[in-house]
């Protein structure tokens, strides 16, 4: 006995509302878990980063992979309370310096920096050697003459910033 047509509709359909719903809550256990939506604010990411401009976080990235040089992170600095997206630029047990905008690791010239800037008030972008710990990394925006740095520790890297 042939099965109506009707019925073969009705069963398709059933079949892609189910795996609809399975993906649906297979996501929402990722994000849940592995992602958020983040808001960027200020202008210290330039010209990477727009103020304001949404993004997503991904929270599971450094159980798997390690923090490399020029990743976007989103970060928790301690010190001053808050939550930053910043670039990382020095890896742990290296020694920064920045000399009138020129960032310095081990005293050599960074080579590839993928922010290239022309300063217009170089000689205001300094920073003494400072050597970077263990657990440790250094962070700064893009918009090199208008942005905090600093030293971040692992443990306060909250994911890496995946563009949107």
Not at 28 to 50: D, H
Not at 89 to 106: A, F, Q, S
Not at 110 to 131: G, M
Request: charged share 25%; proline share 5%; aromatic share 8%.
């Amino acid at each position: 006995m042939a099965i109506p047509m009707k019925s073969k509709v009705l069963q398709l359909l059933k079949n892609k509302i189910v795996h609809l719903i399975a993906l649906l809550v297979i996501m929402a256990v990722i994000f849940k878990t592995g992602f958020r939506v983040i808001y960027n604010y200020g202008g210290s990411m330039e010209p990477t980063l727009r103020s304001h401009q949404l993004l997503l976080l991904n929270k599971v990235w450094y159980d798997i992979l390690s923090v490399e040089r020029y990743d976007v992170v989103m970060l928790y600095d301690a010190k001053n309370k808050e939550y930053l997206c910043k670039r990382i630029i020095g890896l742990p047990n290296e020694t920064i310096e920045i000399r009138k905008g020129v960032i310095l690791l081990d005293g050599k010239p960074l080579q590839d920096d993928p922010i290239r800037i022309t300063y217009e008030n170089a000689s205001s972008v300094n920073l003494e050697p400072l050597k970077i710990p263990p657990d440790g990394y250094f962070y700064i925006g893009d918009s090199r003459e208008d942005s905090v740095s600093g030293i971040v520790l692992e443990k306060h890297i909250l994911g890496k910033v995946m563009f949107v």
